[in-house]
Nanobody, 126 residues
Framework: QVQLVESGGGTVQAGGSLRLSCAAS????????MGWFRQAPGEEREFVGT????????VYADSVKGRFTISRDNAKNTVYLQMNNLKPEDTAVYYC???????????????????WGQGTRVTVSS
């Protein structure tokens, strides 16, 4: 089973940037689609974006499109979430997640992901 560890969260002013990293253990990572989700206080977990196993394609939630970018480096077993022009409504705990299986496909739905990191907190002040 792949294990994930997120890092890079913190507090930033509105308009600022952060880059989150998600480091994976296990060789299966490079064949798995990955996703980023977030959960604000009192809210349900929501989809942020997803990337194919090869890194060749990404899909984003409308709320972050044009501001956030997902990338991955399979040689380093790491997936990234670059967040620019942050807004107070981006404040949440951010989770990376992976879909098990050979060359798994991307998904918008949290229940279709098989393994999760512990989350990293992002706070955007106005």
């Amino acid at each position: 089973q792949v294990q994930l560890v997120e890092s890079g969260g913190g507090t930033v002013q509105a308009g600022g940037s952060l880059r989150l990293s998600c480091a994976a253990s296990g060789r299966a990572f490079s064949r798995n689609a990955m996703g980023w989700f977030r959960q604000a206080p009192g809210e349900e977990r929501e989809f942020v974006g997803t990337i194919t196993w090869s890194g060749g394609s990404t899909v984003y939630a409308d709320s972050v499109k044009g501001r956030f970018t997902i990338s991955r480096d399979n040689a380093k077993n790491t997936v990234y979430l670059q967040m620019n022009n942050l807004k107070p409504e981006d404040t949440a705990v951010y989770y990376c997640a992976g879909r098990a299986g050979q060359y798994s496909s991307t998904s918008y739905y949290s229940w279709e992901y098989d393994y999760w990191g512990q989350g990293t907190r992002v706070t955007v002040s106005s």
